[in-house]
T-cell receptor, first 112, second 114 residues
Framework: GQNIDQPTEMTATEGAIVQINCTYQ??????LFWYQQHAGEAPTFLSY????GLEEKGRFSSFLSRSKGYSYLLLKELQMKDSASYLC?????????????FGTGTKLQVIP | IAGITQAPTSQILAAGRRMTLRCTQD?????MYWYRQDLGLGLRLIHY???????GKGEVPDGYSVSRANTDDFPLTLASAVPSQTSVYFC?????????????FGPGTRLTVL
């Protein structure tokens, strides 16, 4: 089965760096996604990791350690618009690449 | 149409009524999904479709049905709505091919069942 854990809420200061962690347990691993969801809006894709290591995309980076069942999303130079929920998701091992299970999300509040 | 759309935006429904939530995408994606999102529970998969003509059950399928008559449309039907189906419903689509397929989400339908 799938089990995904993320902190429920985090607060960080504008201009700072924040790391949002995600741990997962799965019987088969097919990669890990991060999505961003602003309040009242739809989730939007941020990143996908299938190999160990850090992948950087502008101010956002995502890290994966398959042996530890662990990922994090790193947000640098925080802006007020980064206040949102961040969802970690993993594909179901038996569902092909289409079916994914989402964590409950981490609500990030950026303060001045 | 640009991307993926849903209708209605919001709806208040009496318990026991039948309701169909509409979802249309113009990206020619083979795979489509319906999720519900509830506070503290996150996004949960209701039903999905890998391609036109096929559908499958997700994590919470009871009380819901779907059809996929063509590539673009993926309606979700509540045959007899109950208050526990009060939620925000998101439709999504993705390209079937390969791994790491990002899902594109519609704007959501906020449904209240009284």
């Amino acid at each position: 089965g799938q089990n995904i854990d993320q902190p429920t809420e985090m607060t960080a200061t504008e201009g700072a760096i924040v790391q949002i962690n995600c741990t997962y347990q799965t019987s088969g691993f097919n990669g890990l996604f991060w999505y961003q969801q602003h309040a009242g809006e739809a989730p939007t894709f941020l990143s996908y990791n299938v190999l160990d290591g850090l992948e950087e995309k502008g101010r956002f980076s995502s890290f994966l350690s398959r042996s530890k069942g662990y990922s994090y999303l790193l947000l640098k130079e925080l802006q007020m618009k980064d206040s949102a929920s961040y969802l970690c998701a993993v594909p179901l091992p038996s569902g092909g690449y289409q079916k994914v299970t989402f964590g409950t999300g981490t609500k990030l509040q950026v303060i001045p | 149409i640009a991307g993926i759309t849903q209708a209605p935006t919001s709806q208040i429904l009496a318990a026991g009524r039948r309701m169909t939530l509409r979802c249309t995408q113009d990206m020619r994606h083979n795979a489509m999904y319906w999720y519900r999102q509830d506070l503290g529970l996150g996004l949960r998969l209701i039903h999905y479709s890998n391609t036109a003509g096929t559908t499958g059950k997700g994590e919470v399928p009871d009380g819901y049905s779907v059809s996929r008559a063509n590539t673009d449309d993926f309606p979700l039907t509540l045959a007899s709505a109950v208050p526990s189906q009060t939620s925000v419903y998101f439709c999504a689509s993705s390209d079937e091919q390969g791994e790491g397929n990002e899902q594109f989400f519609g704007p959501g339908t906020r449904l209240t069942v009284l």
